[in-house]
């Protein structure tokens, strides 16, 4: 089964040219219906302005929020329709708060949902959110798309970020379409625990299952080097010259990743090459 019903949430222009080219290869490839959500985000938190906040401060923010709608939609319709692909487009107003409710809804009926990085440059305070909507309560893999990375059809060497955790494991399952047509999936295993029923053949079960499903794999058991697992994970992507990243997302909470720091958010603000996550 491949993926036929792709999405892409945007609300901006400068950080959309990457996603909405990946969503386009991959509705080519897969013979797809490729979706673009352009949202214009009231950031005016109306709930909180003061009692006698002036009618004509609400008016504006909502003015806006429609215009940057309305610029966005225009723009995915001038990228899409340069394409010989099905799409749809459509735009709308959401406050920031509520950003997640339309998202996750959009994500729900979408077998996969492209979008940039949420961190760097030109990022609003929108962009997290919409990605852990998508996933958390759209229950959707999300494919995280850097912004200069070259749009792939198919992904012809992968790599598998492999610690035995339940959301790995999803991300893998949700990953077949790609891993069923890569040449070679890379599985790699970091300090692999020494105790335990798979501590003799790290990986091993997996690679069977794979290989079931067609898929050529490698193991590949890394030394924690440095400091942190992103760090590793992407200059072994580089080394191998890996098209495609695929790990389970958020294995501590999103609280702590979020003040702590984690494996997903250090690859969400670092990776070099498109990242597959799902939880």
């Known amino acids: 089964m491949g993926y036929k019903s792709l999405l892409t949430v945007m609300t901006e222009t400068k950080t959309a040219q990457a996603a909405l080219a990946q969503l386009a290869a991959l509705a080519e490839a897969q013979d797809a219906h490729a979706e673009a959500l352009c949202l214009g985000v009231d950031r005016s938190q109306t709930g909180y302005y003061y009692a006698g906040a002036n009618a004509l401060i609400l008016q504006e923010t909502l ?10 939609l225009n723009f995915a319709k001038d990228f899409l329709g340069k394409t010989g692909i099905r799409w749809s ?46 996933m958390f309560e759209g229950h959707a893999p999300v494919l995280v798309v850097p912004n200069d990375a070259e749009p792939f059809s198919v992904p012809r060497k992968v790599m598998i970020a492999w610690n035995e955790s339940v959301e790995a494991m999803r991300a893998i399952r949700r990953a077949l379409p790609f891993l069923k047509h890569a040449d070679l999936a890379h599985i790699v ?17 997996l690679s069977q299952m794979l290989a079931r499903h067609g898929v050529k794999c490698e193991i590949e ?52 090459v498109p990242v597959f996550l799902a939880h």
């Open 221 to 272: 058991v890394l030394s924690k080097t440095m400091t942190r697992v992103s760090d590793i994970l992407n200059r072994h992507a580089l080394d191998t010259e890996s098209d495609l990243i695929i790990m389970g997302a958020y294995g501590h909470s999103r609280f702590r990743e979020a003040i702590l720091g984690g494996a997903t958010r250090n690859m969400l603000e670092q990776s070099v």
């Open 189 to 205: 295993v970091i300090d692999p625990p020494r105790h335990g029923p798979d501590r003799s053949d790290p990986g091993g079960l």
């Open 89 to 134: 487009a459509e735009n709308g107003v959401a406050q920031i708060a509520d950003i997640g409710r339309h998202v996750a809804h959009r994500a729900r009926f979408s077998d996969l949902v492209v979008l940039p990085h949420p961190y760097g440059e030109d990022r609003g305070a929108e962009a997290e959110p919409i990605i852990e909507a998508a």
């Open 63 to 72: 003015s806006r929020a429609n215009a940057e709608a309305d610029e966005v």
